[in-house]
């Protein structure tokens, strides 16, 4: 079955550690997105990767970090420096090469901090 | 700075009838392209439809169309005949300014359609 994976779908995690979401994809698409949304908001840009071992910051970088040691492969780590975790969090992948550039999105992970 | 408004949080609709949600953006980019995406509440997000700065017909998608104003800078998503599963979210995005890597979103409408 090919898409986007995400996992868990409900993390809970208690203030002061660190945590590890997943995004995994079959579409051999070389971006990547890891995007932020909170409660009546849209969607807010963390980091992105548009190939293997690179990434850069988007608009909300600070307390996260993350990874692109496979094309199929982008985890991001919520750092116990993000002062608001709290957040549904939403990965998102696309083909790079073409325009327009639709995003595909994965079904989410939702990060309670207690 | 680009930026998505949509100042509409809330439509109801009743089934079968037309809705617009309404979407205006601000761009120094003369390329631009804008996306819609629906978002039920399971979470993901469902890319709908796009527009291109340069296209010179307004894009369908099957029930869904783009009433695309240049000059006024809006990007209106239309839904024809309105089912009980177009309730959802509705987001409108573009692209930052020069930067197509990246998308920005408004802050979204939701839509309920009642029998």
């Known amino acids: 079955d090919g898409g986007i994976t995400q996992s868990p779908k409900y993390l809970f995690r208690k203030e002061g550690q660190n945590v590890t979401l997943s995004c995994e994809q079959n579409?051999?698409?070389?971006?990547m997105y890891w995007y932020r949304q909170d409660p009546g908001q849209g969607l807010r840009l963390i980091y992105y990767s548009q190939i293997v071992n690179d990434f850069q910051k988007g608009d909300i970088a600070e307390g996260y970090s993350v990874s692109r040691e496979k094309k199929e492969s982008f985890p991001l780590t919520v750092t116990s420096a993000q002062k608001n975790p709290t957040a549904f969090y939403l990965c998102?992948?696309?083909?790079?090469?073409?325009?327009?550039?639709?995003?595909?999105f994965g079904p989410g992970t939702r990060l309670t901090v207690l | 700075a680009q930026k998505i408004t949509q100042t509409q949080p809330g439509m109801f609709v009743q089934e079968k009838e037309a809705v617009t949600l309404d979407c205006t953006y601000d761009t120094s980019d003369p390329s631009y392209g804008l996306f819609w995406y629906k978002q039920p509440s399971s979470g993901e997000m469902i890319f709908l439809i796009y527009?291109?700065?340069?296209?010179?017909q307004n894009a369908t998608e099957g029930r869904y169309s783009l009433n695309f104003q240049k000059a006024r800078k809006s990007a209106n998503l239309v839904i024809s005949a309105s089912q009980l599963g177009d309730s959802a979210m509705y987001f409108c995005a573009t692209w930052g300014d020069y930067n197509t890597d990246k998308l920005i979103f408004g802050t979204g409408t939701r839509l309920q359609v009642f029998p």
């Open positions: 579409l051999n698409h070389d971006a």
């Open positions: 527009q291109g700065s340069y296209d010179q």
């Open positions: 998102a992948v696309a083909p790079g090469t073409r325009i327009p550039d639709e995003q595909f």
